[in-house]
């Protein structure tokens, strides 16, 4: 199991064990943690699972690939360090991974 942390916009913190191979997206979903809509169920057609990678891991998950790119251009308050969580597949080399929820989705 890898771990990942949540952080919804109001500081509530979710602490996950989770599946390699599985999204950010998909265990945000999983565990109700809020502000992650994912109306595209993960198909890289929305930006409603949209979140901030922490700065101590933009370096290790990498920016997005132009699709990505494309779809973070409908979220809202995009910053350097911003992600979908649906595109994020988590690995052993992510273990420990934190992002954080905006404050709204699109």
């Known amino acids: 199991m890898t771990k990942l942390t949540i952080v919804a916009f109001d500081g509530t913190r ?3 064990n989770v599946d390699e191979g599985s999204t950010v997206m998909e265990n945000a979903v999983r565990n109700s943690v809020p502000g992650i ?3 595209c169920g993960g198909a890289c057609a ?8 922490d700065e101590e891991w933009t370096e290790k998950v990498g920016g997005p690939e132009a699709m990505e790119e494309d779809m973070l251009d409908f979220a809202y308050d995009v910053r350097p360090n911003s992600r979908l969580s649906c595109q994020i597949k988590m690995k052993s080399a992510l273990d420990g991974l934190v992002v954080h929820v905006p404050e709204r989705q699109a």
């Open 14 to 16: 979710f602490d996950l």
């Open 46 to 53: 929305c930006a409603t699972c949209h979140v901030y990678v």
């Open 37 to 39: 809509e994912a109306e």
